[in-house]
């Protein structure tokens, strides 16, 4: 099935351009969710404006992601803790310069994660048949599925940050899921276009974040889980 996998750099320029970590483009300060089991602010993962097929939201919103980073270790991998957040807010309501996030708790402001632009976009065959897609969505039958199916590529790191196609699963295979179907994934571990890479955020070590869209709904409702 055809996927996006997105070119990463060191930084970003400023504004609503995609990227991983660093501060939000002009987020409300109120829109900036707050861990429900250590109640601290959290960090920010992600900011994804709208990009056509490599990106299909609505148009003219922006996809924010964020996760605690927090020592306190809480429960960030699961869709439903209220430890991450993924939501969607249309350009019209975000300001214009980065937001800096809440300090309003005696350990200060949240950890910042790295920041990584992502350059453009490749699309490519991300080696599932259309006709199995289905199956990628439930954990026996993908555990089933041919090996040269379920990981077409052997679980290597460059295929796994994608936008589109089927999820490319972990090693604990498809559970943990949310209602809805694959937007996009990013892998613990990115690669540059000049060379080098790192860890993307505290994802379990060697986990993968996955984001869902459920548009059963009147307005799409995003999903964050990660899984190892």
């Not at 609503?16 to 920010?44: F, Q, T």
């Not at 402001?109 to 920041?115: I, K, Q």
Request: hydrophobic share 40%; with cysteine.
């Amino acid at each position: 099935m055809r996927s996006y996998y997105p070119r990463f750099r060191e930084g970003a320029d400023p504004g609503l351009v995609p990227k991983l970590g660093g501060l939000p483009w002009g987020l409300p300060r109120r829109l900036w969710p707050v861990c429900r089991e250590c109640n601290r602010a959290m960090s920010h993962l992600a900011q994804l404006p709208t990009d056509g097929e490599a990106l299909p939201l609505a148009e003219g919103e922006v996809l924010f992601l964020f996760k605690c980073e927090w020592d306190s270790i809480c429960s960030f991998w699961e869709h439903d803790a209220g430890a991450n957040a993924a939501f969607a807010v249309p350009r019209t309501e975000l300001g214009a310069g980065p937001t800096a996030p809440p300090a309003d708790s005696a350990d200060g402001p949240p950890p910042l994660l790295r920041e990584i632009a992502i350059a453009g976009w490749r699309a490519d065959d991300d080696g599932a048949p259309a006709e199995m897609e289905e199956a990628f969505y439930d954990y026996q039958t993908h555990f089933d599925l041919p090996q040269e199916v379920a990981h077409p590529h052997d679980w290597a790191s460059a295929w796994r940050t994608k936008s589109g196609g089927v999820p490319y699963w972990t090693a604990n295979g498809a559970q943990g899921m949310p209602a809805g179907r694959l937007l996009l994934q990013i892998d613990n571990w990115i690669d540059l276009v000049d060379g080098g890479g790192g860890e993307v955020a505290n994802f379990c070590s060697d986990g993968t974040a996955y984001v869902f869209v459920d548009r059963a709904q009147a307005q799409p409702v995003y999903s964050m889980f990660i899984n190892r």
